[in-house]
């Protein structure tokens, strides 16, 4: 089991208390993990329940949490095991679309083609460990987002009801 106060604290380094985004990029590079700012800010955006921009100990425990089940259902899927990094084999459309049931996501097959693609920037067939994260989050966070804009979930129950949730 990961001690969360020493793993936060090894994190912050700046040791304001809370947690930047480019303070999780940097800790997610030292686990051989490539996210971009823009792929770290989402998962600090998703997991900033007080909404100041950071994370905060008590936000802390999600985020790794989140984290840490990609990165476990990748490495499932993709046969590397647990803590796999970017240097473990990657996953092709199939494996993702597998991997992205397995977090609750499904998309209908051409959304899921486009976005296989958008987080495919090599174009080699494969997601690496960092780019299926960052597919997942992003595709969480478009969730969230039709969610909040759908106050009565009419909308979005009747994707759900077609076939089409994420």
Do not use: Y
Not at 69 to 90: H, K, Q, R, V, Y
């Amino acid at each position: 089991m990961v001690d969360l106060d020493a793993a936060f604290a090894a994190v912050n380094t700046s040791k304001t208390g809370k947690i930047t985004a480019s303070e999780v990029q940097a800790a997610l590079g030292l686990a051989n993990l490539s996210f971009s700012l823009q792929t770290s800010a989402l998962a600090v955006r998703l997991h900033d329940l007080d909404d100041d921009g950071c994370i905060t100990r008590g936000e802390f425990g999600k985020l790794h949490s989140s984290l840490d089940s990609l990165n476990a259902t990748f490495g499932e899927i993709s046969g590397a095991g647990p803590g796999a990094s970017d240097d473990a084999p990657g996953l092709d459309l199939d494996s993702t679309e597998a991997a992205l049931k397995k977090v609750d996501i499904e998309l209908d097959r051409p959304a899921l083609v486009a976005a296989f693609n958008a987080f495919d920037p090599s174009k080699d067939g494969r997601l690496c460990a960092s780019e299926f994260i960052g597919l997942a989050l992003f595709l969480r966070a478009a969730r969230a987002t039709f969610r909040a804009f759908d106050s009565v979930r009419d909308c979005w129950g009747e994707v759900e009801r077609k076939g089409g949730g994420l």
